[in-house]
């Protein structure tokens, strides 16, 4: 197994969700980027568990520790580790599911992969804990990124049946990026807001669990970004992002509505406007064409599963007596895991468009 | 620029639309594996394009020669060379191409990338005609996956708003896609064919082009296949895929859908069937669990976008007069690309696949 | 800056000399590797300082911690990431070493490509000390591939003119390498140990240091492993041991001496052993043919520099002042690194092999 | 079996000896590259045999076809892909190989390795014919790196007993290596060439063959480029001029005298020159320190086996009736590799420089 992402800023994660500390190497940085520790605790804070309803209650101690390439508050170009210790973990719950796969969970994949090593407690190496040093790494990233001028936010798209407001994708600002890419919920049309939170506590006095879908955009990415084929944004980013648990569909620009669209529909035209730019009048493409960027913001939608990990009775096998069983999932787990992973799948865009830049000498 | 894609298995795609010629250098394969001349004939001309109105008139060569790796129709383990010469090509159409960019093609985004040395005619690298070697290529690869018990299969699922039926993301078999595999316009249900030829039928007298939707499924996989995080199999075959021009969405199992389902709609319960084999009773993760095969199918669905090239008059710049214009474009263009792009898509699916399985020492 | 290494095992270093820690995440392990502590001690303590007179007296706190992929004792499969806390180190020593880099140490280069960021102190990430992670998770590697019948171990085959006998090529056995590689001060010719600590002491009273040689082999590798050109045996391991400071050359079986060998006298002539085995008679080939095993002992030389800081009075450059300037480097230094280096290299060794084994699905 | 080489800049080389054509891919190259065909013929004559009594009579075609990737005489930054076919080849020479592995050459590693399926006619991909498409490429990264003021160049030092003399390691100019990298048999020291001849011809009428060793230096590189550890120059070149055949040794510097040499003797003091450039009074680092460069020449050192094929009675197996059998070689094979070597060295370092140059953003 390797959890490795990039090939010029090289992202390696490792731990185990009840193993001794959980962290990450990101390594090709630059030197002299600025440590942002406010920003990180922003994003800690989105990312983190128990802050209320919509999350799990489970309290993580999600402090890191910066173990080297940082000095004085800044990159010094070698290596950048940073770990968290472990806190607050019951291993008791998952007793049962060493044995008892959870539906839809990694739990049956790993024990196939894994077989009896496979450490299952809170996940193990599964486990969306993870995320936490990614976001962490990320941001470093995300502050990087901020100094070119590039601007990273995305918002809560769709909840259940409940849908936000879309981007504008032609006119989308840095500065509204900057507030949703702070907010615990961010979401464009504030209505949206109350509806969505209404589904997510629906599903949780349900003992159920609710998936859903963000849009994320990307300001000031220079216009000529990327290669054709198989090194192409769509191509490094849909990777990236599909390293965050529950992602299922990526898609760029007007992604599956293209399926119903005309080319005179879809074509994006260009011009001049009155600064002597070149932009294009829609964004269907989403900022990227022939895999190169073209300098109008990048579009992607990320659609998420709902969290496997329900307390309702569900249809499950035994490993060992090898009879199919009733499973009941303890624990305390998230009814719409949505907000809590957009901090995340940012955090990773971010680390993305940072190795997409190195490898063109941009970073 | 590097056209580079995988690990273990590397495949190498170089030329230009109207260069001398076009190829690919497939690395990392086993010695011993079969080229199935037939089966490349097959997808040679699934690919191929002036077949029929769905298609560009134009008449391709796409004859190849293997160079290297092949001996006594068997690989012999080293480097696999193959070239396409170039050949009917009318490079005066696109004479007014260097100057003002094609709507939604990569003329603009290539021409900030590789300025005045881009070789603009027929696309250049970022041609279509490229996914003649991925098809070759990845032909040999289908057939050594084949050789496994592994068959990859697809469908046209929509062409505008017409929707051909669904895979039965369960009951999937290898003998259905072996069928479709070989078909010019796959669908399962026949009735939608002739609906969406009339859809494309319409654009191409239109001047116009129209996108669609693909459904691409595998059986044979085992469990166990994959990662979690980074390497996992979304990551790996999203990769892949976004490397076949016009792709802007890629999604698995439920894909977009999950948005919109509760946990205990959309998690998967497994059971014992009579054999004593772990299964599903639906398939909404596509066979996908923590980036892991369960042994499902894989389903994956992959929206593309229309053709940019249409001849109806459009807006964009004159790069060297820096004046707004209007451009009609020449040349003959296909309305639809799906059906086209079908077995280039799974062809590279074939290449992904077997570099996941030589990571693991299982190809 | 990137310090990793591997491409189905990918080892990744971090950490500063004088930093909060150092350590390393190592990928891509099979699970159930037991790990041996008792094996990580005995070579903690060839490579730790401050045992004897051929070593700097500095003590350092080499206790290391695994952080995660290790379950009961034997790895799961997962990321393994190990730290060691930094302790007892002097950094005022490094003081007028930030402006004055020392003549032949890393210290010039280093300020060239990081600036006013590079961490100097004790050697910031450039340091000898990170060899400690590497012994460490090198070891890991070593007891899997003992585990395979494979043993790596060397001895001291040249301080300064003095030299140790060289290993029979074609008989080294793996008990004689078994008890070299736990030896602090390795030799083959037990009169040679006496006669090298004289030219080390001589050395370190004269405010001196000296070079050396070491010779490396390895019993057990299967024949067939590796490749021709680019990512043969010699290639991959040629680049895993110069990444262990002062490494200057690496060579493989006769090395060097095949320049002034006829081939008639260079080759190795293959025989049927008399249980059927085919060996050769000599081994001037250091086992590697084509880049590729052939059975006999793996043979390799390496070289390593001086230590560059030593309390002599040296001219060099006042990158401040822009003067040239006469150092005396002080803090307390090797004489010798080669007695230290050989355990770093053989763990490194083990690195490479486990990560050529990995790729060829058989690790 | 993979035979790629590099990150940014990949080298990816097909093609047996007696296939159809032998060929390869270079990717990363950035637009506007000018191709100089003039030096791609002085240093394809270089490579190729059959020119004076030093080698093979063997008459090879060697003329190339650049198929994508320039237009207009200029690099597009697209994969360059080029071909040469094949010729002149005398299969039956190789008919009791297939059984009868030749000693101290690839034959039975890759029998081993390749089974049956092994092209073992003119040794097949192990081909030292395969640096010809090596050297065609290299010379293209040779051209870039000269408009950067970087110049390449080497000579043979030694052949059997006859030295040539030494670089001067601290004055080698630019002008210096462009004699010697144009010559066919280039030396320092003109009498040591008809002394090495004399060593090479003794050895043709012998039935025998002779090694040796060739120095090579590289002028005009910036101070600053590479990395600590596994990323190092050192690493990256050797692993990349071990994938030149018959290479068993590389240093850098001094190399292996530095294990006799003390730190007193070995440092390299730094000093200003009148200009205010820091440089080095000696060079015994070869431009090299903590992997990285110093700005001083580079020095490296590569040795190099006599031919394994030689017409002398030699002891081997017969892997078909498993007998221990005498061979004698048939076919024109080359007396002395050395002289043809040395131009493909000096490509394969050219396309390693251009790859570590292109990781920096340099190239």
């Known amino acids: 197994m ?18 001794a500390a959980i962290g990450g190497v990101l390594t090709g940085l630059p030197k002299g980027i600025k440590i942002d520790f406010d920003e990180m605790e922003i994003q800690r804070l989105r990312r983190a568990p128990g802050r209320d309803k919509t999350a799990t209650p489970r309290k993580e101690t999600d402090e890191f520790e910066i173990l080297s390439g940082v000095l004085d508050g800044k990159t010094t170009g070698a290596p950048l580790a940073l770990i968290i210790r472990n ?23 790993a024990a196939v992969k894994f077989g009896g090593m496979n450490d299952v407690r809170g996940g ?5 804990r993870l995320t936490a040093p990614i976001t962490a790494l990320g941001t470093i990233c995300r502050t990087a990124l901020l100094e070119k001028g590039i601007t990273v936010g995305g918002h809560i798209l769709k909840i259940g049946a409940v849908n936000d407001s879309e981007f504008d994708k032609v006119n989308i600002s840095a500065k509204q990026l900057s507030v949703l890419n702070k907010a615990a919920f961010p979401v464009i049309d504030s ?21 859903g879908m963000v849009e994320i955009a990307v300001t000031g990415l220079p216009a000529g970004l990327g290669n054709p084929m198989f ?20 898609s760029f620009g007007a992604g599956f509505d293209f399926a119903d669209m005309l080319g005179s529909e879809a074509n994006d035209a260009l011009y001049y406007d009155k600064n002597g730019n070149i932009k294009t009048k829609t964004n269907n493409c989403g900022g990227i064409l022939g895999g190169i960027t073209n300098g109008m913001p990048l579009i992607i939608r990320v659609a998420l599963k709902p969290t496997p990990s329900i307390s309702k009775p569900q249809q499950t096998v035994n490993l060992k007596t090898k009879e199919n ?9 998230d009814p719409c895991i949505v907000p809590r992973a957009l901090p995340a799948l940012e955090a990773m865009l971010c680390v993305a468009l940072a190795d997409i830049l190195a490898g063109e000498g941009k970073f």
Chains 1, 2, 3, 4 share one sequence.
């Not at 291993?91 to 049962?96: G, I, L, M, T, V």
């Not at 193990?124 to 969306?128: I, V, Y």
């Open 2 to 19: 390797n959890s490795n992402f990039g090939e010029k800023i090289v992202l390696s994660i490792f731990g185990e969700s009840h193993g």
């Open 87 to 109: 806190g607050d973990t019951i291993s008791k719950n998952y007793d049962n599911l060493r044995d008892c796969p959870r539906p839809s969970h990694s739990d049956y994949a």
């Open 124 to 128: 193990g190496h599964f486990s969306g």
């Open 191 to 211: 209505k949206a807001e109350e509806k969505m939170r209404a589904v997510i506590e629906a599903a949780r006095q349900n003992c159920d669990s609710v998936g």
């Open 231 to 250: 090194k192409g944004i769509e191509n490094v980013i849909a990777s990236a992002l599909y390293g965050i648990p529950a992602v299922k569909a990526v």
């Open 325 to 333: 069983v009733t499973l009941t999932v303890e624990g305390r787990h």
